[in-house]
């Protein structure tokens, strides 16, 4: 594929709800430009950009996928998001690098929750925006039903600037408002006409209305037109595409992916109107504490940023970034800003779906992907020596549901781990790390699906089978009074035996203030060299677990008298002595029951406050406030035992349809409730003893 200059590069995300049709429409733009000679369906899994096997067995985009085709001078980058909340990781990835976001709504189902989640976040990043309508020839299908959604959910920026004639199984073109004409498609091929009669007088008033929309942007057609004269399509189309670049206008185009209808003119309107990467506001990038900003200009040192890796076993790390500035060439020496090592850019491609297209150059603004840079993982910055710039990432939502998991054999476990990392490296929302509590390795996705791909991908990808368990909650025990107690350890054995006595009295310390040892021994009872061997018993045993068999923490010791033996006393002996006297004491300091309490953090629409506030109240929640923040939402804050939302993501969904979000974090620890103390899985408590 030829290089392609800055002015000339469209970056775009495809992005809606899962099932709108944004890998078909990916599919049909290809066709159209001639990319590829037979349109791709997602049911058989012949789609360019579907092509891993979890995606091919459910039908659904799982990953971002790449595809460029060329249009009437132009390289149109399309990057195919997942649809579904568990890969929402993969749409905030795209939208880091696309300039233009095009928003794939059907008009059958109309606007979804991830279509809206999407927007959310384009808006935060004042991302230009349009809006393709699918699946006009589908039973059911409403345009007008979709468009007055459209304005309803997201405001008045919207700016239709097509209608379509016929409808469902009789939609067969396009009425284009700014043209004041009618294209019609039979067997792909296009025709120009007058708009049908029974459509003139529809046509003529959302003409009307779009022109008005549009001229008060340019103080200079508004006068114009305010006179009696009409602005050409041409000058339409320009004042059009300010608008779109200040993400204030948002046009609405619609066709049909599968019958091929209006396919070519969604091309048209991405390089007419679309943005370019010179379109867009300069990037800001951190140099060693300070803020420079960095403009698309390809007569610079090239710089670039990585915003997905592809871990294959085979043809190895594949990373896939954006020339930010400059031009790149094979075999360029670029330096990894985080990891403060040289990478050799080799062979450079651009991707289209697995097909890897070898390339000569990457101009700035354009996408590109390179194999085998040993340093470098997403969110990486590679600029030139002696620049020592990076692009601040983007924030990824954290992981917001854990399963544990156990390897199935010797083999799968050695290599577990070297797996996980390479899976961790290729998808930012997921991570691993063992927790030494509960001695369990946890991996935390964004969901139930998200988690379940990911072991397939562990055993198809690496050869690593696991099995998975419930995640234990790290409880841990106090106690709530004073004792004391005398460990004695006394062993003879055919030499030297053991001997040691320490007696000790424990306290109660307030929460979160740890273990404190204090040293009372007077008159050598106990020699200077045994004591710390007292404290590290006890210390041990405190870690090992209490009467329950968890952790125990915030607990006083004094050591204030004690026995020893001139020649069968040793360390040993006493840090036995120490660990004895512990848990008789431990015994009779009536021991509670402490659990993990969360800081939860609930972002739902105001409709859906009242079943979230009675739904955390039924976990033991305590609400701690609520706060307005935009677009019809609330934020709840409450304080919620840990026990009760380790599957939070799931029932949260259900409870807001997916319209919900939420961060967790842990705050404290506090007691548990007596009449649950008993109810606490036993075989948890076991396995945490041993």
């Known amino acids: 594929m030829d290089s392609f200059p800055t002015h000339k590069i469209r970056n775009v995300a495809l992005v809606g709800h899962g099932a709108a049709g944004k890998t078909t429409l990916v599919e049909a733009l290809l066709l159209c430009s001639g990319a590829i000679t037979r349109l791709g369906r997602v049911e058989d899994g012949s789609t360019t950009t579907d092509f891993d096997p979890e995606e091919v067995k459910r039908g659904i985009s799982l990953g971002l996928a790449m595809a460029p085709i060329e249009w009437k001078g132009h390289k149109i980058n399309l990057l195919d998001c997942p649809g579904y909340a568990d890969f929402f990781s993969e749409v905030e990835a795209a939208l880091s690098v696309a300039d233009l976001a095009v928003f ?65 199984s009789e939609f067969r073109g396009i009425a284009d408002l700014l043209t004041d004409t009618a294209i019609t498609y039979d067997g792909g ?34 006068a114009r037109y305010l006179e009696g004269d009409t602005p050409t399509p041409k000058e339409l189309e320009d004042t059009l595409a300010k608008g779109v670049a200040a993400a204030s206008v948002f046009p609405v185009v619609c066709g049909s992916a599968t019958k091929g209808i209006a396919i070519d003119r969604l091309a048209d309107f991405i390089c007419e109107i679309g943005t370019s990467p010179l379109d867009r506001p300069a990037i800001k990038v951190d140099a060693g504490g300070t803020t420079q900003e960095v403009s698309p200009d390809a007569s610079q040192p ?11 076993p085979y043809v190895g790390k594949l990373s896939v970034f954006k020339v930010l500035t400059g031009t790149l060439r094979p075999d360029a020496v670029l330096v990894n800003s985080r990891a403060h090592a040289d990478e050799r850019l080799h062979t450079l491609f651009t991707l289209k779906g697995k097909e890897q297209i070898p390339v000569k150059e990457l101009c700035a603004g354009d996408i590109g992907a390179v194999a085998k840079l040993t340093n470098t993982i997403t969110g990486d910055t590679l600029a030139p020596k002696g620049t020592p710039v990076s692009v601040p990432p983007p924030e990824i939502t954290p992981p917001a549901l854990s399963i544990a998991i156990v390897p199935r054999s010797k083999g799968d476990e050695d290599k577990l781990m070297t797996a996980l990392h390479k899976l961790c490296d290729e998808d930012p929302a997921l991570s691993v790390r063992r927790d030494d509590e509960t001695r369990q390795t946890l991996l935390s996705g964004s969901g139930e699906t998200h988690l379940a791909i990911v ?77 710390p061997a ?12 209490g009467v329950r068999g968890f952790p125990v923490v915030d607990v006083k010791v004094t050591l204030y008298d004690g026995k020893f033996h001139a020649v069968d006393s040793s360390e040993m002996s006493f840090k036995m002595a120490g660990s004895i006297g512990f848990k008789e004491a431990m015994a009779k300091a009536d021991p509670v029951l402490l659990e993990p309490i969360s800081l939860l953090e609930v972002t739902v629409p105001i409709a859906h406050q009242g079943d979230i506030m009675g739904d955390l109240n039924s976990r033991r929640g305590r609400v701690q406030g609520t706060d307005p923040v935009g677009n019809g939402e609330q934020k709840i804050t409450a304080c919620v035992p840990t026990a009760e939302i380790m599957r939070y993501a799931i029932d949260l969904r259900s409870l807001t349809g997916g319209r919900g979000r939420f961060t967790v974090t842990h705050d404290h620890y506090d007691l548990v409730p007596p009449h649950l103390v008993d109810k606490i899985a036993t075989p948890q408590a076991e396995a945490a003893a041993h």
Do not use: C
Request: net charge negative.
């Open 104 to 168: 794939v709504v059907s008009a059958v189902e109309g606007i979804e929750v991830q279509t809206e989640a999407a927007w959310r976040l384009a808006e935060e990043r004042a991302i230009p925006r349009m809006v393709f309508v699918s699946k006009l020839d589908r039973e059911r299908a409403g345009f007008e039903r979709t468009l007055d959604q459209l304005r309803s959910v997201f405001g008045a920026g919207i700016a239709p600037l097509e209608l379509p004639i016929g409808a469902e």
């Open 189 to 222: 091929k296009a025709t120009t006409g007058e708009i049908p009669p029974e459509m003139e007088e529809l046509e003529h008033q959302v003409h009307d209305n779009l022109v008005e929309g549009i001229v008060v942007a340019d103080d200079d057609l508004t």
């Open 302 to 312: 090239p710089l670039a940023y990585v915003f997905k890796t592809i871990a294959d």
């Open 455 to 531: 072991l397939e991908r562990l055993n198809r990808k690496f050869g690593v089978d696991v099995d998975t368990e419930e995640v234990k909650v790290p409880y841990r025990e106090t106690i709530s009074s004073s004792a004391e107690a005398e460990g004695k350890y006394k062993k003879q054995t055919g030499g030297h035996g053991q001997f040691g006595i320490a007696n000790i009295r424990i306290e109660p310390q307030e929460r979160g203030a740890g273990f404190v040892f204090e040293d009372a021994i007077v008159g050598g009872a106990i020699p200077r060299q045994f004591i």
């Open 534 to 545: 007292v404290e590290k018993g006890i210390a041990e045993t405190m870690s090992t677990g």
